[in-house]
Every structure is written in structure tokens, then in C-alpha cells.
């Protein structure tokens, strides 16, 4: 089945610098891959998702890349800001539809 | 559109109590799923449903949890008896079907003393 790494489990910048969050999967008939963000006590949201045919999507300061050679998609948030502080996780789709969610990265922004 | 909606939001119970939980999806999502989220990690698919049929339970611990989804519209959720690591979040999501965006509920925080 699907199995989803994601590096790093903590990320810790200053405000205004970048933070690249890696996943790796290991299906490589995976199309889909979201990413989601979590706050403190509340649900995932879904903040960006790129398909198997592109390799980049932008979303104003939030990026992903594709590669899906070496099976691995990278979530780049630009000019951060404290409210961008929460867990991410990405995920892949699994057999059937199921998606599988990677560990989670905690980023702390620091003013 | 109103989103998946869940109940209860807290629980505590005792270990060996039975406990159980209520999801509601978004209106037409013929996908739902029930992930536990233990402290610290990502939330692990405990069952997915794709109208009222079981798609993957392989995650589910058979011998105490049981999940059903008897008119492919809401589901609950047990667990009986209830363990000190089934301290969790226990969510429920949604989708349309397919490789698209799954919608979460608020979770329901379980706590197990």
C-alpha cells in the first residue's frame, strides 16, 4: 500500500523568511497530492493540491512541485507571517481512493 | 454549503466503557471516512465508506472498533471496550469520490482514563 514520509517534523523560521516542507510516496500510480493545513484544535484544510500532469502550482505565497520520478512533492510557503504557524501534512491517494496523510510538520513563524 | 458536521465534540470515559460517535457529510458525497489522529501525528484512515459499503477497513482494530453506514448518508463510529491509547481525535471526511478534496468535521477529542 501507499506509505507517506514527510520531513521535517518541526520547522522553526523568522518572519518574512521561506519554508519548504519534502513528502515522499512510494505508489507510483499516485495522482493526487494535497496538502493540509491544521491550527490548534481545529480541523485539516485543504490550502493547495497539485495532479500528476503538472510539475508546480502557485497559490499566491504557497507553491508545491512534483516530481514524480523520484516520487517526492515539496510545499513552499513564501514571505511568511505568523498566522502561516500550524502543522501541515500532505497526503497521497492510496488503493481505492483512501488517502494516506504523511506525519506532519509543525512550523512556528517567529515575529 | 454546510459542512461535515460531527458529535460529540469532548468525550472522557473510563477504559472498558463503550463509546460511540456521529458523523454527517457534506449533502451528495458518496465517499466518507473515519481517520484517527493521535497527538502529534497525522491522522490514520481507520475505514472508508463509499455509499453504504465498506471500501478499506484494513486499519481498523475489528476486535473493538465498528463502524456503519447504514443509508450512505451519516455513520457512527464505536468502540467497545475502550483502551487507554484509543485517547485520540477522531475525525470524519468527506468527499465527492475520486482524487479530490476530502472535507474534515471538527473531530471528536476522546479522552480514555
Known amino acids: 500500500g501507499e506509505n507517506v514520509e514527510q520531513h521535517p517534523s518541526t520547522l522553526s523560521v523568522q518572519e518574512g523568511d521561506s519554508a519548504v516542507i519534502k513528502c515522499t510516496y512510494s505508489d507510483s500510480a499516485s495522482n493526487y497530492f494535497p496538502w493540509y493545513k491544521q491550527e490548534l484544535g481545529k480541523r485539516p484544510q485543504l490550502i493547495i493540491d497539485?495532479?500528476?500532469?503538472?510539475g508546480e502550482k502557485k497559490d499566491q505565497r504557497i507553491a508545491v512541485t512534483l516530481n514524480k520520478t523520484a516520487k517526492h512533492f515539496s510545499l513552499h510557503i513564501t514571505e511568511t507571517q505568523p498566522e502561516d504557524s500550524a502543522v501541515y501534512f500532505c497526503?497521497?491517494?492510496?488503493?481505492?481512493?483512501?488517502?494516506?496523510f504523511g506525519q506532519g510538520t509543525e512550523l512556528s513563524v517567529k515575529p | 454549503e454546510a459542512g461535515v458536521a460531527q458529535s460529540p465534540r469532548y468525550k472522557i470515559i473510563e477504559k472498558r466503557q463503550s463509546v460511540a460517535f456521529w458523523c454527517n457529510p457534506i449533502?451528495?458525497?458518496?465517499?466518507l471516512y473515519w481517520y484517527q489522529q493521535i497527538l502529534g501525528q497525522g491522522p490514520k484512515l481507520l475505514i472508508q465508506f463509499q455509499n453504504n459499503g465498506v471500501v478499506d477497513d484494513s486499519q481498523l482494530p475489528k476486535d473493538r472498533f465498528s463502524a456503519e453506514r447504514l443509508k450512505g448518508v451519516d455513520s457512527t463510529l464505536k468502540i467497545q471496550p475502550a483502551k487507554l491509547e484509543d485517547s485520540a481525535v477522531y475525525l470524519c471526511a468527506s468527499t465527492p469520490g475520486g482524487a479530490v478534496e476530502a472535507f474534515f468535521g471538527q473531530g471528536t477529542r476522546l479522552t480514555v482514563v
Open positions: 497539485i495532479r500528476s500532469n503538472v
Open positions: 449533502s451528495g458525497h458518496a465517499t
Open positions: 497526503a497521497a491517494p492510496g488503493g481505492g481512493g483512501k488517502l494516506i
